[in-house]
């Protein structure tokens, strides 16, 4: 309608009166003149006229700069390094494996991983020799969801092996974790690739014995130490300066938050549904006071009393060990070649994006780095 509209006000040439016979119309070229009029037949040429707006409009490219050409040659150096590097060597010269048997309870599994000051531990089926996927803090946070909403089970709690977590899971009707790994030997560009796609957080490195046809963990890599591998192993992190502003890294809109008085629960029931490992503390002007994170319920479950998830987040900060790094921030000025500066130095899980007056604006997840370093520029399906 708004096409014919235009031909009618505006005839050309093309637009002059000619037979139906010889130029069959599109039916929208009749209804621009309902009363019956004489009709001013068109072309379907016409209608198909570009916008007098579009017709002016120039399509232009930004400018290549300094700094682009910067971040295409760091992004570069990083894919090229991880294209000749594999899953073991970003593992360090000695390390320990913590391997649960899925015939534990919830609740030894919980004291293991609190005595060996660890968040996640490979699962191993001793019934059948084999590994059994990957036991992280996201199973006690549905383990908690469950039992708020099944309370007269409670009394059980203590019963609740490892094995029973895929029940719990289809109660709550979450994902089943993803149970992707890669060989030692793989190359590490491929199974980060690989890790993308699943959106798993962890690559467990799995290897096959042929002899005894039977599996092995050998180890874990979490996105924190494939990042400082790189941080400590390419100079070309240097280079990408672009502020995250420009790159729009990180998460800005909806962001998940709680104040002090918002109770564990609450915020539970957030990550789990979000799929997120923590929320921001801020006040109610927006201020970033701390940040919540899914391994403080941990902390919260060790004592084995669930009624303590009542708490509200403000308790559980004041409990945390005195010896709780802190939280990162970082401002939208900063570029991957600061951030890489800081995790080079420490254990860092995320930043808060923060301006001047520490009012929160974004979140930047290892996650989101990752992704960043591995498809900016390139298509996801496409890794070559
Ligand atoms: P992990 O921290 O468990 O290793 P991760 O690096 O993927 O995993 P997540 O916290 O799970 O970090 O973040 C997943 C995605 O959700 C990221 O894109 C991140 O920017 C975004 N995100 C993280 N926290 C929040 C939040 N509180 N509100 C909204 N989005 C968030």
Redesign the pocket.
């Known amino acids: 309608m708004v096409e014919n509209a235009e031909v009618t006000q505006t005839p050309s040439p093309s637009n002059e009166p000619s037979t139906s016979a010889n130029h069959p119309l599109p039916s929208t070229a009749h209804a621009a003149h309902p009363q019956g009029h004489e009709s001013i037949f068109v072309r379907p040429s016409d209608l198909l006229r570009p916008k007098a707006a579009s017709r002016t409009t120039v399509p232009t490219t930004p400018p290549d700069r300094p700094i682009d050409r910067d971040q295409r040659a760091g992004l570069k150096a990083i894919r090229d390094f991880l294209r000749i590097r594999n899953c073991y060597d970003v593992l360090p010269l000695s390390f320990r494996l913590i391997e649960l048997d899925v015939g534990l309870t919830v609740k030894e599994s919980l004291n293991i991983l609190v005595q060996c000051g660890i968040v996640s531990a490979p699962l191993w089926d001793s019934s059948t020799s084999t590994y059994a996927g990957l036991l992280t803090v996201n199973d006690y946070l549905n383990v908690v969801r469950y039992y708020n909403l099944h309370a007269d089970k409670l009394k059980d709690v203590d019963k609740l092996l490892l094995s029973d977590l895929k029940d719990v899971e289809k109660v709550l009707d979450v994902k089943p974790p993803e149970t992707v790994s890669a060989s030692p030997e793989a190359i590490l560009y491929d199974a980060l690739r690989q890790q993308l796609v699943s959106r798993a957080?962890r690559i467990p490195l799995v290897s096959y014995d042929s002899d005894t046809q039977r599996t092995m963990v050998t180890s874990v890599i979490t996105?924190y130490r494939i990042l400082k591998f790189i941080a400590m192993n390419v100079k070309e992190t240097e280079v990408l300066r672009k502020p995250l502003a420009m790159i729009k890294l990180?998460?800005y809109g909806?962001?998940?938050?709680c104040t002090m008085d918002t109770t564990v629960l609450d915020v539970v029931d957030e990550m789990v549904l979000?799929?997120?490992?923590?929320?921001?503390v801020v006040t109610t002007e927006g201020i970033l006071l701390n940040v919540f994170e899914?391994v403080d319920v941990i902390g919260i479950l060790k004592t084995g009393d669930y009624g303590n998830l009542t708490w509200t987040v403000g308790k559980v900060l004041s409990a945390r060990s005195p010896n709780h790094p802190g939280i990162y921030c970082c401002s939208l000025e900063d570029g991957l070649d600061t951030i890489f500066e800081t995790i080079k130095r420490s254990r860092v899980?995320?930043l808060m994006i923060v301006d001047d007056n520490n009012y929160l604006k974004g979140?930047?997840?290892?996650?989101?780095i990752l992704h960043y370093l591995l498809v900016e520029g390139q298509e996801e399906t496409n890794p070559t």
């Open positions: 957080r996105q990180g998460t909806n962001i998940v938050r979000k799929n997120i490992s923590s929320v921001p899914a899980h995320r979140i930047l997840s290892l996650s989101d």
